[in-house]
């Protein structure tokens, strides 16, 4: 079995895999040894594991996983992957990003993919049908479009999301939300738009905090699975071993 970390910013979060299936996950506010140990208590059989970090590990975490897991990887821009990676600059794309179209592409193999991550950051990547990862955009999410109106001008107030807004505001806290709520929602389904005239077939799917929000709202179709980028480096673990 294998042990799946995704180390964010504000949270982390791990998964027990069986082969392809996750069978067991957790959610913790920073990576510990006793979390770890938590959750691969009730799977005696986990011998493998692979991390992918943004922010600084406790060192005797990672004393702790080398020692512990026969096989441990670390993501960084030298790990192999099983798709081709046409960036321009692959040191500098997020491994969050490769490891989320990694993970689309094993849901959706042979498909052209858009993979939407609604975050702090709101990412656009295009995984080709032949397994190419072609690029991609990247913009603010909802909270940083709310706090950037706050915090770069003299007297508009901090806004937050609401379920129901209108599509032209009255006011101005209506305005703001309606600009940056509608906004995203039309840059998000725009993107789709442009991208179905040179992939007819494309699969959207969608990650991130803010995935339900949009999901309800977007006129696309669109697939949300919240566990994309753990299911994306479990295959990339699974890569590497069968590459042993």
């Known amino acids: 079995m294998n042990l799946v970390i995704d180390i964010g910013n504000s949270r982390v979060k791990m998964a027990i895999f069986s082969q392809h299936e996750m069978v067991a996950s957790s959610v913790k506010e920073v990576l510990s040894i006793e979390g770890i140990k938590e959750l691969t208590n009730h799977f005696p059989g986990t011998d493998r594991a692979i991390w992918s970090k943004v922010t ?6 990672i004393k702790y996983l080398e020692s512990t ?3 441990f990887l670390e993501l960084n821009h030298h790990t192999a992957v099983p798709i081709r990676n046409n960036y321009l600059t692959p040191e500098t794309l997020g491994l969050d990003r490769l490891a989320a179209a990694i993970g689309a592409r094993e849901l959706f193999p042979d498909r052209a993919l858009l993979v939407i991550d609604a975050g702090t950051a709101i990412t656009f990547d295009l995984v080709e049908s ?3 990862f072609a690029g991609g955009n990247i913009s603010p999410g909802l909270r940083s479009r709310f706090r950037a109106l706050h915090e770069f001008t003299g007297n508009l107030p901090l806004m937050a999301a609401v379920d129901q807004f209108p599509l032209v505001g009255r006011t101005t806290e209506e305005a703001i939300q309606s600009g940056v709520l509608n906004g995203m929602i039309i840059e998000i389904d725009g993107m789709i738009d442009s991208l179905k005239k040179k992939y007819p077939e494309i699969q959207s799917v969608l990650t991130g905090g803010d995935a339900l929000f949009f999901e309800r709202r977007l006129k696309n179709h669109i697939f949300v699975k919240f566990e994309i980028t753990l299911i994306g480096l479990n295959r990339i673990l699974e890569y590497n071993v069968e590459k042993q």
């Open 56 to 61: 600084s590990v406790d060192p005797s975490v």
């Open 69 to 71: 897991f026969p096989f």
């Open 130 to 132: 032949n397994g190419t």
